[in-house]
C-alpha cells in the first residue's frame, strides 16, 4: 500500500527486488505461488446450456413452435414430432457452430496477447504479460502498454498517457527521484506507473508492485471489459438484407395461403404450407454462415502470419487498392550489416554480412586499419558502440553469428566494433541514454564518461545533425572546419548504392546535459559516416509484382534518405520498370494539403517522413476515394493507422500499434500483407457464393409451392417435407462453401470498388434462373408422375419432394464459381488464359456433405420409421429414381452449358 509514498530503497527491500539483474526462475516461482498469475477474472460467461436456449430465442424459432403445438392440438401429432426434430436438430448444428467460430476468434486473440519486457537471470526478455510477479524489473519504452503497476527507479524524458485511468488528456512527465504524500491522487503519483496506461515518449525502468486484482486499472476493469465489438459493416449489410428478404418472402408465403384458401385448401393445410415455406425460404442461417465464414478465413491467415483483429478487416481487405508499407524489416530483411564508414576523408570497407562474428576492417588499398593512429575512425566506431540500447548475445564460441537484442541497426554498430577488436572498450566507460531514439527527433543521444572525461555522444540523419557540426575531426584527433558539401555528397553517394547512412558526432563537456539542452546541442564534432545494407527481401519483390498485377498500389514510407529508398524501390520495382518518384520529408512538410492532394497519388516513396506525415498521405491518398492500408509499428504511427482503412501493425511493434490495428503481421513480411490480401478477396468470394446458394434453394422453394397454387395443382411438397429440406440442404450444405478454395489467381483482378453490392446483376439472374429451372423441374415431374404416370397423389408428392431436394444438393456445386465448370477447362479471355476446372476434391467437406445430405433423403423415402413422419408411405421403383436423378441433374447439365456459353462469348466477344 502507498508504495509512490515510500522510500524506492524500502520498496525494493520489500520486494526482493533486484534492480540490475532482475528475479532468477526460482525466485519468479515463489512469488507466483503467493500472488498468482497478472491477470484480471474473465467476464463471467453465460452457463452452456443458457446459450442453447437463447438459440430459441428467435422470431423464427416461435413460428415452428406454434407450428408444432398448432399441429399437435389439431393436425396428426406425427407432423409436430417432425417440427420438433427439425428445431432441435437446427438449433444443435447452430448452437455448436457458432461455439466453434466463438472458439476460433479466441484463440486468435491469444496470439496476439500483451507482452512485456523484463530483466530475468540477468538478461533482458520478452514474456507474455500474464506471467508478470510483484519484484520483476520492467523495461518500457514508447509505445508500450503497461501491463501492471509499478515504482520507476529510472527514466528518460518520460511521458506516459494516464487518461484511461484520470482523465486527463496531456501526458504525465514521470520523475522517479520524488517520494510523494501517502494522500496523493493517482493523477500525481509522478513516480509510479499503472497497468493499462501507454508510454508515449522516452524509457524507463520499475520494480513491479502490483498485478491483476492489485492494479488501479482493476477498479474499471468491469467497465472496459463488458465493451462488446460491433459487428463489421459487412454484417450489418448482411443482416439488414436478410430482414428485408425475410419480410418479402412473409409476404409472398401470405398470399399463398390466401389464394390457396380461397381456392378450396384447407385452412390448416395452406397455414401449415405457408408456415414450413416460410423456415425453408427465409435465410435464417446467413448471419451464422458469414461469421463461420470470417472464422475460418481468419484461422487460414493466421497460419499465414496474418493475425486479424477486427472484423472489418478481412472485409476490407478484398477492396484494397493502396498499401503504404513500412521500408525497413517489412520490404527489406532488417539484417543490418556497417559495410562501408566515411572519416576524415576516407571511406573503408568492413567485410563479413549479417551478424557474422568474422569481418575485417580495411583501407582503401585493401589493407588492415591501425585504430591507434586514427583517431576519427576510433571515435566513430566508439560512438556507434557506446550510443545504443541494444546488446548482442553471444551464443558461444562454436556460433559464427551474434543473437542479437534489441535494434538490428544498432546491432550492426556492435558488430563492427567486434570487427575492428573493440568489444572489451565498452567495460571501460558508464553510459546514461539521455535521448532515446525517436522518429520526429531522428537522432539519438548518451552521455558518456570515462576516465574523469565526460562526452556526449549522438548518432542520427545528417540532416538533423549537420545544422549542430562545429567541426571534423581529422585522423590525428585535430579538427577543421565542416565542409558541408562534402558531407552531403558522400551522403548522397552511399544512399544511392542502397545504404542506410547514420552520421555520429561527440561533444566534450564538463556537466551532464539536461535532456532539453541535448535536443538543442551545437558545437558538435563530426567523426564519421555509417553506411549500413539492408537488403531487399526477394520475396517481397514478387508480392509487389503480384500487388501491382492485382490493381494495388504499393507506397514505401521510411525515415531514411530519400536516395536509399529510391535506391531500395528500385530494386523491388516498386514502380515496375519506371524510376520510382519520391517525395521527401522537408519538402512534403512545406506543402499545403491541396498540394500534398495533387502529388500523393503518383508519388511511390516518401523518405525522412514522420508520424504526423503519415497521417496526411493517409488523408490524401483517401479524398480520391481510395481504400488505404498502412503500416506501423510505433506509438505516434497510431493516429495514421486509426485513420487507414485498415491499419496493420508489425508484429515486433508496439502496444498501441496493436491495439488500433486491424490486423497484425507477426512475420513483419510484407509478402504476408500481400497473401493477406489474397485470401481476403477469397473469403469475401465465398461469402458471395454462400449467398448465392441459399438465395437459390429459398427462391427454388418459393418458386415451386407458389407456382402450384396459382396452377391450381395440388401442392407438390408437404409442409413436414419443406423443413425436411430446409434441414438437408441450407443446415448442412451452407457452411462447406466456406472452406472453397481460392479458384484461378484472385490477385489478376482489380479490387472491388468500396461500396460494390452484394450481388452483382449476373449473380442475380443466376439465382433466378436456377430458381425458375428447379421450379420448372419440380413441377414438370409432379405433373408427369400425376397426370401421365398416373401415381397416387402421395406418390407424385414423395417424387417432387425427393426432386426439389436434390436439386438444391446437386446446386452446391453450381455455387462454387459462376465461370468454372466442375468438368472441363475453359478458354480465357486471352490466349494461355484458360479457366481450369474445379475439382471435387478442392473441397471435401462440401463432398462429404452433399454424400451426406443424399443419404439422409433416401433414408427419408425408404426407412418406414421415417416415411411415417413425412408422409412418405410409398418407395420409389428404379425408374422414380432415376427420373428423380435425371431431372434435378438438369440444374448441372444447364449451369455448365451456361459456363460454356459464357467462356465462349467473352473469349471471342469484344466488349
Given at each position: 500500500m502507498n508504495i509512490h509514498a515510500k522510500p524506492l530503497e524500502s520498496v525494493v527491500q520489500e520486494l526482493n527486488a533486484n534492480t540490475t539483474k532482475g528475479f532468477t526462475d526460482e525466485n519468479v516461482l515463489k512469488v507466483r505461488e503467493k500472488s498468482g498469475f497478472n491477470e484480471l477474472p474473465p467476464p463471467k460467461e453465460t452457463p452452456v446450456w443458457l446459450q442453447f436456449l437463447q438459440e430459441f430465442n428467435d422470431p423464427i424459432m416461435y413460428i415452428l413452435i406454434v407450428a408444432g403445438i398448432v399441429n399437435a392440438l389439431v393436425a396428426e401429432p406425427k407432423d409436430a414430432l417432425v417440427i420438433a426434430f427439425v428445431v432441435i436438430l437446427n438449433t444443435v448444428v447452430g448452437f455448436i457452430q457458432e461455439r466453434r467460430a466463438e472458439s476460433a476468434l479466441q484463440s486468435l486473440k491469444k496470439l496476439t496477447a500483451p507482452t512485456a519486457r523484463v530483466l530475468r537471470n540477468g538478461q533482458m526478455v520478452e514474456i507474455p504479460a500474464r506471467e508478470l510477479v510483484p519484484g520483476d524489473v520492467l523495461l518500457v519504452e514508447s509505445g508500450t502498454r503497461l501491463a501492471a503497476d509499478a515504482r520507476l527507479f529510472e527514466a528518460s524524458t518520460l511521458q506516459v498517457d494516464e487518461s484511461m485511468l484520470t482523465g486527463e488528456s496531456l501526458a504525465v512527465t514521470k520523475n522517479p527521484a520524488l517520494q510523494l504524500d501517502a494522500a496523493a491522487p493517482v493523477g500525481d503519483r509522478l513516480n509510479m506507473l499503472f497497468a493499462g496506461t501507454i508510454v508515449q515518449r522516452g524509457r524507463g525502468k520499475a520494480i513491479v508492485t502490483g498485478i491483476g486484482l492489485g492494479t488501479e486499472f482493476s477498479k474499471i476493469s468491469t467497465e472496459i471489459q463488458n465493451v462488446e465489438e460491433n459487428e463489421s459493416p459487412l454484417q450489418e449489410r448482411l443482416a439488414d438484407f436478410g430482414k428485408y428478404l425475410s419480410i418479402g418472402i412473409v409476404a409472398i408465403v401470405v398470399g399463398i395461403f390466401l389464394i390457396g384458401w380461397l381456392r378450396g385448401e384447407s385452412p390448416l393445410t395452406m397455414a401449415l404450407t405457408a408456415i414450413g415455406l416460410a423456415v425453408s425460404a427465409i435465410p435464417e442461417g446467413l448471419p451464422m454462415s458469414v461469421t463461420i465464414t470470417l472464422s475460418i478465413g481468419m484461422r487460414l491467415m493466421a497460419k499465414r502470419h496474418a493475425v486479424i483483429r477486427k472484423l472489418i478487416a478481412v472485409e476490407t481487405l478484398g477492396s484494397t487498392n493502396v498499401i503504404c508499407s513500412d521500408k525497413t524489416g517489412t520490404l527489406t530483411r532488417n539484417q543490418m550489416t556497417a559495410v562501408q564508414l566515411f572519416s576524415d576523408g576516407a571511406v573503408y570497407s568492413i567485410s563479413g554480412t549479417g551478424y557474422d562474428k568474422k569481418g575485417v576492417l580495411t583501407g582503401a588499398d585493401g589493407a588492415a586499419v591501425n585504430l591507434e593512429q586514427n583517431q576519427a575512425l576510433s571515435w566513430l566506431i566508439r560512438t556507434g558502440q557506446l550510443c545504443t540500447e541494444t546488446s548482442l548475445k553471444d551464443a558461444g564460441e562454436d556460433a559464427s553469428a551474434f543473437e542479437v537484442v534489441g535494434d538490428p541497426t544498432e546491432a550492426a554498430l556492435l558488430v563492427l566494433a567486434h570487427k575492428a577488436g573493440k568489444d572489451a572498450e565498452r567495460q571501460n566507460w558508464k553510459v546514461s541514454i539521455d535521448l532515446p531514439f525517436e522518429s520526429e527527433r531522428q537522432f539519438m543521444a548518451v552521455s558518456a564518461t570515462s576516465s574523469g572525461k565526460r562526452y556526449v555522444l549522438l548518432k542520427g540523419s545528417l540532416e538533423r545533425l549537420l545544422p549542430r557540426l562545429g567541426g571534423m575531426m581529422k585522423a590525428d584527433g585535430s579538427l577543421v572546419p565542416v565542409d558541408s558539401a562534402l558531407l552531403q555528397n558522400r551522403t548522397e553517394h552511399f544512399a544511392e548504392q542502397g545504404l542506410r547512412v547514420l552520421t555520429l558526432a561527440i561533444k566534450e563537456v564538463h556537466d551532464v546535459p539536461s535532456p532539453e539542452e541535448l535536443e538543442h546541442v551545437h558545437d558538435l564534432t563530426f567523426v564519421g559516416l555509417a553506411a549500413i545494407v539492408d537488403p531487399a527481401r526477394e520475396e517481397a519483390r514478387d508480392a509487389i509484382a503480384e500487388c501491382r498485377s492485382a490493381g494495388i498500389?504499393?507506397?514505401?514510407?521510411?525515415?531514411?534518405?530519400?536516395?536509399?529508398?529510391?535506391?531500395?524501390?528500385?530494386?523491388?520495382?516498386?514502380?515496375?520498370?519506371?524510376?520510382?518518384?519520391?517525395?521527401?520529408?522537408?519538402?512534403?512538410?512545406?506543402?499545403?494539403?491541396?498540394?500534398?492532394?495533387?502529388?500523393?497519388?503518383?508519388?511511390?516513396?516518401?523518405?525522412?517522413?514522420?508520424?504526423?506525415?503519415?497521417?496526411?498521405?493517409?488523408?490524401?491518398?483517401?479524398?480520391?476515394?481510395?481504400v488505404v492500408a498502412m503500416t506501423g509499428d510505433g506509438?505516434?504511427?497510431?493516429?495514421?493507422?486509426?485513420?487507414?482503412?485498415?491499419?496493420?501493425?508489425?508484429?515486433?511493434?508496439?502496444?498501441?500499434?496493436?491495439?488500433?490495428?486491424?490486423?497484425?503481421?507477426?512475420?513483419?513480411?510484407?509478402?504476408?500483407?500481400?497473401?493477406?490480401?489474397?485470401?481476403?478477396?477469397?473469403?469475401?468470394?465465398?461469402?458471395?457464393?454462400?449467398?448465392?446458394?441459399?438465395?437459390?434453394?429459398?427462391?427454388?422453394?418459393?418458386?415451386?409451392?407458389?407456382?402450384?397454387?396459382?396452377?391450381?395443382?395440388?401442392?407438390?411438397?408437404?409442409?413436414?417435407?419443406?423443413?425436411?429440406?430446409?434441414?438437408?440442404?441450407?443446415?448442412?450444405?451452407?457452411?462447406?462453401?466456406?472452406?472453397?478454395?481460392?479458384?484461378?489467381?484472385?490477385?489478376?483482378?482489380?479490387?472491388?470498388?468500396?461500396?460494390?453490392?452484394?450481388l452483382s446483376p449476373r449473380m442475380v439472374g443466376h439465382i433466378i434462373f436456377c430458381g425458375a429451372w428447379m421450379m420448372l423441374g419440380t413441377l414438370s415431374l409432379f405433373w408427369f408422375n400425376l397426370y401421365v404416370l398416373a401415381m397416387p397423389l402421395l406418390k407424385a408428392q414423395t417424387a417432387a419432394f425427393c426432386t426439389l431436394a436434390l436439386f438444391q444438393i446437386w446446386n452446391v456445386q453450381n455455387s462454387r464459381s459462376l465461370e468454372r465448370s466442375i468438368f472441363w477447362n475453359l478458354p480465357g479471355r486471352t490466349k494461355g488464359e484458360g479457366l481450369e476446372k474445379i475439382k471435387f476434391t478442392d473441397n471435401l467437406p462440401l463432398l462429404g456433405v452433399m454424400f451426406f445430405a443424399m443419404a439422409m433423403q433416401i433414408g427419408a423415402v425408404e426407412l418406414t420409421f421415417i416415411d411415417g413422419l413425412l408422409n412418405t408411405p410409398f418407395s420409389l421403383d428404379a425408374a422414380d429414381w432415376l427420373r428423380v436423378l435425371g431431372v434435378s441433374f438438369s440444374i448441372i447439365v444447364v449451369v455448365e452449358l451456361e459456363k460454356l456459353l459464357l467462356a465462349v462469348r467473352n473469349k471471342f466477344v469484344k466488349k
Open positions: 498500389r504499393v507506397k514505401m514510407i521510411t525515415g531514411d534518405h530519400a536516395k536509399t529508398a529510391q535506391a531500395i524501390a528500385y530494386d523491388l520495382r516498386l514502380a515496375g520498370e519506371e524510376k520510382p518518384d519520391v517525395l521527401a520529408g522537408r519538402e512534403l512538410e512545406a506543402m499545403s494539403d491541396e498540394e500534398l492532394y495533387k502529388r500523393v497519388e503518383k508519388t511511390d516513396v516518401y523518405a525522412r517522413v514522420s508520424p504526423t506525415d503519415k497521417l496526411r498521405i493517409v488523408k490524401q491518398l483517401q479524398r480520391y476515394n481510395l506509438v505516434n504511427d497510431a493516429p495514421a493507422l486509426k485513420q487507414a482503412d485498415i491499419g496493420i501493425a508489425m508484429g515486433s511493434g508496439t502496444d498501441v500499434a496493436k491495439d488500433v490495428s486491424g490486423m497484425v503481421i507477426t512475420d513483419d513480411n510484407f509478402v504476408s500483407i500481400a497473401a493477406a490480401v489474397r485470401r481476403g478477396r477469397v473469403i469475401f468470394s465465398n461469402l458471395r457464393h454462400i449467398l448465392i446458394y441459399i438465395l437459390t434453394t429459398s427462391l427454388g422453394g418459393v418458386l415451386t409451392v407458389a407456382s402450384s397454387v396459382l396452377a391450381g395443382f395440388p401442392l407438390p411438397i408437404l409442409p413436414a417435407q419443406l423443413l425436411w429440406i430446409n434441414l438437408v440442404t441450407d443446415g448442412t450444405s451452407t457452411f462447406p462453401l466456406a472452406f472453397e478454395r481460392e479458384h484461378g489467381n484472385v490477385m489478376r483482378y482489380k479490387p472491388r470498388k468500396r461500396n460494390e453490392a452484394l
